[in-house]
């Protein structure tokens, strides 16, 4: 009987140790993940600031005039470059793509921005940025977990400026601005990557880009407000 006490005393010390790591660890990652989701919907909504503020813009009237001919946009609310001698440029979005046959837009999945430049650059800017994808091509590369702009795909500047005219053809199309103003951001060669992290505390579970946009297997009700804006404005 003594030695079957000491065992039961074993099983129950040993349980609660399990249960304070357990509850240790879950603890440490709970505000973790409420931060990343806190920081998804932002983007998102920032996102729909930042599609509207270039939509008001008479100078991006071609942008206005070819949106239905974009299969998805890449939406970055800051895209931020400079520094001192190494210069750069980074920042996070999201895709959305256009179901062409009935105007609906996908669930949003999360995207980084970045590249790395030598040469004299002092000071710093940070650019509102939309990326046309207008090729089958432009998104597949963005089913991949990362690709150059410029090197897998071919990316170009947009025309800006009122009665900017011109039959442009790339994957993407860019357009940037800056303090409300035509920034000419220069992408070509910067490195699209999957935020994986994003995409995972956004829908709840570990999820591929592919199935965001096409195989449509999650859904997140903080992505109304954006999908039902891009919709209304792209007919």
Do not use: C
């Not at 599609?51 to 974009?70: C, I, P, Q, V």
């Not at 996908?106 to 994808?133: K, N, R």
């Amino acid at each position: 009987m003594r030695r079957k006490g000491q065992s039961l005393l074993f099983i129950g010390a040993f349980v609660t140790v399990l249960l304070f790591i357990f509850g240790v660890l879950f603890t440490a990652a709970t505000p973790v993940m409420a931060a990343d989701q806190n920081e998804a919907q932002g983007i998102v909504d920032r996102a729909r600031v930042t599609f509207n503020e270039f939509m008001r813009d008479s100078n991006y009237g071609w942008l206005h005039e070819h949106l239905k001919e974009a299969k998805g946009l890449l939406i970055f609310p800051q895209v931020i470059k400079g520094g001192f001698f190494l210069g750069g440029s980074g920042g996070t979005g999201v895709l959305v793509v256009r179901n062409a046959k009935t105007g609906d837009w996908s669930e949003p999945a999360f995207y980084t921005i970045g590249s790395v430049t030598f040469g004299l650059q002092i000071g710093g800017e940070a650019a509102e940025v939309i990326m046309m994808a207008m090729s089958q091509k432009a998104i597949d590369s963005l089913f991949a977990s990362s690709f150059k702009l410029g090197g897998d795909t071919s990316i170009t500047l947009g025309p800006v400026g009122a009665g900017a005219k011109g039959n442009i053809t790339a994957d993407f199309i860019s357009f940037a601005k800056s303090k409300g103003l035509y920034a000419g951001l220069n992408l070509e060669g910067s490195v699209v990557d999957v935020r994986d992290s994003l995409n995972r505390a956004y829908y709840a579970k570990e999820v591929r880009p592919v199935e965001i946009v096409v195989e449509k297997k999650v859904s997140n009700r903080g992505s109304s407000e954006l999908r039902t804006t891009l919709k209304k404005t792209v007919k």
